[in-house]
């Protein structure tokens, strides 16, 4: 099933439904950055809750930065959604491995720490980005975003993320974001209906091993309180915007006596991007070049 976003609403408007699948787009981070199962988890639970939290915004330049910094081994980890569908990340250890959780799953909150932050930056593309922090109540990523969501944004709000990752690689990954809206917030009974029908889900990646697609599972969920899923289907993938004129611009702003430094000591430079593990090699000649141009900019 390939990776997308599909958007729907129910009970006239009161329930926004958000359901992505970044079963590919998470295999592609496990293998740029050499994932341990672990880690792979918690960057596919994140890249997928940035791709659902920037889904609400309007301006197509929109994006959305997550960054968790936890107590745990695996250090922070830090995602870029945009609405445009691409998102990118990494964690800082990306080897760390712990035993299964005492329910055998992937210990994804032993990995990032059960105390610490999660900083979310919302840029709508002008202007200054909102930025809001608030403490991991978990670790595991989906109920600290949703922590935020009922903190920071005061929406109530149900969010499942998950990822199943075996020898062979990720076979599922993805998210459901489910929130009443005020309109429909007053109506305790849909909320309570809403509620007891979330938590009676075992996860989402279950459903996705079983075949359902996301229409599928909105049906199941709302499909008695006028679902209305939209028509668009949203691709999403892996994607950094990373390039060599780009490498080559921020090693131009180290100003000439560092460049003439690498030169004579490494005969070129090597930079490597952490969001999508790129790595660029930059040789003398290039280096050259660059304190040409800035000896021409300041004649």
């Known amino acids: 099933m390939a990776d997308q976003l599909v958007r729907a609403t129910a009970a006239e408007g009161g ?3 958000v359901g992505v699948i970044t079963t590919r787009l998470t295999e592609e981070a496990r ?3 050499n994932l341990s199962y672990v880690a792979t988890a918690a960057l596919g639970r994140t890249m997928s809750s940035g791709l659902l939290l920037v889904s609400s915004m309007k301006r197509a330049e929109s994006r959305v930065n997550i960054r968790v910094k936890g107590n745990g081994p695996m250090g922070g980890i830090l995602v870029d959604a945009g609405l445009d569908g691409t998102v990118r990340g990494y964690v800082d250890n990306p080897s760390v491995e712990l035993p299964p959780n005492p329910q055998g799953k992937l210990d994804v909150g032993g990995a990032v720490g059960h105390e610490g932050y999660l900083y979310v930056i919302r840029d709508v593309g002008y202007g200054y980005p909102y930025s809001s922090t608030v403490e991991l109540v978990s670790g595991e990523i989906g109920e600290d975003v949703a922590h935020y969501l009922a903190t920071s944004e005061q929406t109530p709000s149900a969010l499942m993320v998950g990822v199943f990752v075996s020898e062979a690689g990720v076979t599922a990954s993805g998210g459901l974001l489910l929130q009443v809206l005020p309109k ?3 109506d305790l009974a849909l909320v309570e209906t809403l509620e007891s029908r979330v938590a009676a889900l075992k996860g989402f990646t279950p459903l ?3 075949g359902k697609t996301l229409p599928q599972i909105f049906e199941d ?3 008695d309180l006028g679902l209305d899923i939209m028509p668009e289907t949203q691709m999403v993938r892996f994607h950094c915007g990373c390039s060599f004129d780009r490498v080559m611009g921020a090693l ?4 000439e006596d560092e460049l003439r430094d690498m030169i004579e000591k490494d005969k070129g430079a090597e930079a490597t991007c952490h969001f999508c593990n790129s790595v660029y090699q930059a040789s003398a000649d290039d280096l050259e070049a660059l304190i040409t ?3 021409q900019e300041k004649a």
Do not use: P, V
Request: proline fraction near 0%; glycine fraction near 10%; aromatic fraction near 0%.
């Open 15 to 17: 329930i926004r439904a």
């Open 31 to 33: 293998q740029r950055h």
């Open 184 to 186: 429909a917030a007053r």
């Open 208 to 210: 996705l091993q079983a």
């Open 221 to 223: 969920l709302m499909g």
């Open 252 to 255: 131009k702003i180290l100003g």
């Open 293 to 295: 141009e800035l000896h």
